[in-house]
């Protein structure tokens, strides 16, 4: 994307009034439907399809979500194909699990594939419950249909109360198109950032989708806010863009150090101050 698109998108496709109250990282939100309490920012745990836990080894990234959690953000972002639940399971020993909102996804598409999955993330993290579960990285336009056994699985364990909410992260447009019309959906994790890039479809198009989610009463959680990366030198201007957006709850960045973390959690409260300067676009 050109320079002057980025702007463009950064500066006008924002919608919150002027003076809008200031936001921070760990400004408490209500999820979706279930109202599921979590913080602004997500401590993400898969950079670069789990670089992140290579990285620092169990003990570093819970020593990272320690870090957080005394930042006072309580929101963790897992996957199974991330690796990272025996991380998080190393930091629920000194953090009661009470306290923390954790998310985690299954690639599994059928009954028996997902049940085992939920069986063995309980066993991987520590846990009896997760707060969010996604069916993770949907593609194709019918993936309800590609993916009933394993829906019908979740609902059980939502009813059971070993999840407490569920959705699924999205990765082309006509599967996000799809979890937009989906009843089952309640949450969904989409890309979005003002640069369309590792993006389903440009801005403006996944924009339009995600407010027809919002209007259908879901929550949205937003990744690829720095486009894995390639928004490293623009990081104030995509989280301005991803802090105007009325259709985004929340946000995941994985960050692989304490000053990286240290770093956004600076830089949030002045973005949203930007963003709430920004008119409403025509």
Not at 62 to 86: T, V
Not at 98 to 106: D, F
Not at 120 to 130: A, K, L, M, P, S
Request: with cysteine.
């Amino acid at each position: 994307m050109k320079r002057r698109d980025f702007l463009k998108y950064s500066l006008l496709a924002g919608t919150p009034a002027w003076g809008a109250p200031a936001r921070n990282a760990n400004d408490i939100v209500f999820l979706g439907p279930d109202k599921i309490p979590l913080t602004r920012l997500a401590i993400g745990t898969g950079t670069l399809g789990g670089r992140q836990g290579r990285i620092l080894g169990i003990q570093g990234l819970a020593d990272l979500l320690h870090f957080g959690y005394d930042q006072g953000l309580f929101f963790w972002d897992a996957a199974d194909s991330y690796g990272s639940h025996p991380h998080l399971k190393e930091a629920l020993k000194r953090i009661p699990r009470e306290k923390v909102t954790i998310l985690t996804k299954s690639f599994s598409r059928t009954a028996e594939g997902m049940r085992k999955d939920i069986d063995r993330f309980r066993r991987e993290v520590g846990t009896d419950y997760f707060d969010i579960v996604l069916l993770h990285c949907v593609t194709r336009a019918d993936w309800p249909e590609e993916c009933k056994g394993a829906m019908e699985v979740i609902s059980e364990f939502r009813q059971r109360g070993v999840i407490r909410t569920h959705g699924v992260s999205c990765h082309t447009i006509e599967a996000l198109r799809t979890a937009a019309r989906t009843g089952w959906v309640r949450v969904d994790l989409a890309r979005i950032n003002p640069a369309g890039a590792r993006m389903d479809a440009d801005p403006q198009t996944v924009l339009s989708v995600l407010a027809q989610m919002k209007a259908a009463g879901k929550g949205v959680i937003g990744m690829k806010i720095l486009g894995e990366g390639t928004l490293r030198s623009r990081i104030d201007q995509a989280l301005q863009f991803a802090l105007s957006q009325s259709s985004i709850d929340c946000f995941t960045i994985g960050a692989e150090n304490r000053e990286e973390l240290a770093d956004l959690i600076r830089r949030i409260p002045e973005a949203a101050r930007a963003a709430s300067r920004i008119p409403q676009a025509a």
